[in-house]
């Protein structure tokens, strides 16, 4: 079974920045076939996608956060990261690590994310 494990996650000013770490066991995330993402979730509010990396390489970003996370692969370590820079008291939450299954129908899509790890606090002070 896919696992996914967190860590990264603490407490920083304003301004700041963080990076957030996915290890992945029982799958490789160098084309493999999986689709992977970060989430967050701050108490009550929705969880919402931050940032997916489609099994062709494509990278989304939510709105909120363009320009200022970035999505990449550690092939090495099998692990998926998210830098976050300049954070702002909003990016408060708790951040999950995600997997989807990928499937190819004339081009590569995301299933639903059906792997979820255990979730990282991330904490933005003014």
């Known amino acids: 079974q896919v696992q996914l494990v967190e860590s990264g996650g603490g407490s920083v000013q304003a301004g700041g920045s963080l990076t957030l770490s996915c290890a992945a066991s029982?799958?490789?995330?160098?084309?493999?076939?999986?689709?992977m993402g970060w989430f967050r979730q701050a108490p009550g509010k929705e969880r919402e996608g931050v940032a997916t990396l489609g099994r062709d390489s494509t990278t989304t970003y939510a709105d909120s956060v363009k320009g200022r996370f970035t999505l990449s692969l550690d092939n090495a370590e099998n692990t998926l990261l998210l830098q976050m820079n300049r954070l702002k008291p909003e990016d408060t939450a708790m951040y999950y690590c995600?997997?989807?299954?990928?499937?190819?129908?004339?081009?590569?899509?995301?299933?639903?994310?059906?792997?979820w790890g255990q979730g990282t606090q991330v904490t933005v002070s003014s």
């Open positions: 995600a997997a989807a299954r990928a499937r190819y129908d004339y081009g590569w899509y995301c299933d639903d994310y059906d792997y």
């Open positions: 029982r799958i490789r995330l160098i084309y493999s076939n999986y689709c």
